[in-house]
Nanobody, 123 residues
Framework: QVQLVESGGGLVQAGGSLRLSCAAS????????MAWFRQPPGKERDFVAV????????YYADAVKGRFTISRDNAKNTGYLQMNNLKTEDTAVYYC????????????????WGQGTQVTVSS
C-alpha cells in the first residue's frame, strides 16, 4: 500500500502562484507514475498533470500547459505541482494520485489517492 498526503493549497489572487506537495509513504518502490487531478465545485474530477516516477516523463492537460509544472524528488518520496499565473477557473480541490502502471490521464488507472487540498483563486 501507498499513502499520499497533499499540502500547499490555499487562497491566492489571480496571477499568483502556489506549489502543491504530495508526500508518499509505504511501499513507494511500487510507484511508477504520480499524477494530479482537480475537482471544481459541482464538477467531475479531471486530469491535470502526470509524471513517471523514475524517468520524469511528463504530460499536461491543455488547460494548464505552460502554467503548471509537475516534478518529483525521489529521495524525499515527494511530488510537486508548481502552479503559476493562476486563474479563477483553477479553483478546485487538488488530488494527488499514484499508480504502479504507466502514466495515464484516466482517473480509474490510479489506485492510490490523497485526501485533497483546496486551491482557491480570487479575482
Amino acid at each position: 500500500q501507498v499513502q499520499l498526503v497533499e499540502s500547499g493549497g490555499g487562497l491566492v489572487q489571480a496571477g499568483g502562484s502556489l506549489r502543491l506537495s504530495c508526500a508518499a509513504s509505504g511501499r513507494t518502490e511500487s510507484i511508477y507514475s504520480m499524477a494530479w487531478f482537480r475537482q471544481p465545485p459541482g464538477k467531475e474530477r479531471d486530469f491535470v498533470a502526470v509524471t513517471s516516477w523514475s524517468a520524469g516523463n511528463t504530460y499536461y492537460a491543455d488547460a494548464v500547459k505552460g502554467r503548471f509544472t509537475i516534478s518529483r524528488d525521489n529521495a524525499k518520496n515527494t511530488g510537486y505541482l508548481q502552479m503559476n499565473n493562476l486563474k479563477t477557473e483553477d479553483t478546485a480541490v487538488y488530488y494527488c494520485a499514484a499508480s504502479p502502471g504507466t502514466i495515464s490521464t484516466t482517473r480509474r488507472e490510479y489506485g492510490w489517492w490523497g485526501q485533497g487540498t483546496q486551491v482557491t483563486v480570487s479575482s
